[in-house]
């Protein structure tokens, strides 16, 4: 009884895992040269967007400037200019008055007085839905205002 035992064990154990083996193995290298057959057209698009990464830089080492050079930016705007089209227009960038702008005031008010901030975050606090605004203006320290639930809670300057 041993005998077979160790025979069953030893013997017809390993068998029945090789067999195992040699299936999964099998499925694994079929998966692998069909994924290796949908990609062959991916080596000829790189190629290519190496190819025209040449062009452009054999040009620029030609002397020719790129498309989006300083001097095409500067003729651009002179060739504008010499159209009689009009600038395009620039944020209103006032200066805040800070004590004008008390805990309590509402966003819509705030936003007249202020205009847009220069940065924003907005996030849900359980109950409390808050934003925090900043706004940088030239030559005045940066203001952080805060509200919650639309309504202003602090008023900060900080200093620069």
Same mark, same amino acid.
């Given at each position: 009884?041993?005998?077979?035992?160790?025979?069953?064990?030893?013997?017809?154990?390993?068998?029945?895992?090789? *067999?195992?083996?040699?299936?999964?193995?099998?499925?694994?290298?079929?998966?692998? #040269?069909? *994924? $290796?057959?949908?990609?062959?057209?991916?080596?000829?698009?790189?190629?290519?967007?190496?190819?025209?990464?040449?062009?452009?830089?054999?040009?620029?080492?030609?002397? #020719?400037?790129? $498309?989006?050079?300083?001097?095409?930016?500067? !003729?651009?705007?002179?060739?504008?200019?010499?159209?009689?089209?009009? $600038?395009?227009?620039?944020?209103?960038?006032?200066?805040?008055?800070?004590?004008?702008?008390?805990?309590?005031?509402?966003?819509?008010?705030?936003?007249?007085?202020?205009?847009?901030?220069?940065?924003?975050?907005?996030?849900?606090?359980?109950? *409390?839905?808050?934003?925090?605004?900043?706004?940088?203006?030239?030559?005045?320290?940066?203001?952080?205002?805060?509200?919650?639930?639309?309504?202003?809670?602090?008023? !900060?300057?900080?200093?620069?």
């Amino acid at each position: 009884m041993k005998t077979a035992c160790c025979i069953a064990v030893f013997l017809c154990l390993p068998i029945s895992l090789f *067999a195992q083996a040699v299936v999964e193995s099998a499925i694994i290298t079929a998966g692998s #040269a069909t *994924a $290796a057959g949908g990609a062959s057209g991916v080596g000829k698009s790189i190629g290519g967007v190496f190819n025209s990464l040449n062009k452009t830089l054999s040009k620029i080492k030609d002397g #020719a400037p790129p $498309a989006a050079s300083p001097e095409k930016a500067e !003729e651009l705007v002179s060739t504008r200019i010499a159209a009689g089209e009009p $600038a395009p227009e620039v944020a209103k960038r006032d200066p805040i008055d800070i004590s004008a702008i008390k805990p309590g005031m509402k966003r819509s008010e705030l936003i007249e007085r202020t205009g847009n901030p220069s940065l924003k975050i907005t996030r849900n606090d359980g109950p *409390a839905f808050l934003e925090t605004m900043w706004y940088e203006r030239p030559g005045q320290p940066d203001t952080v205002i805060q509200l919650k639930n639309g309504v202003v809670d602090r008023v !900060e300057a900080s200093s620069k």
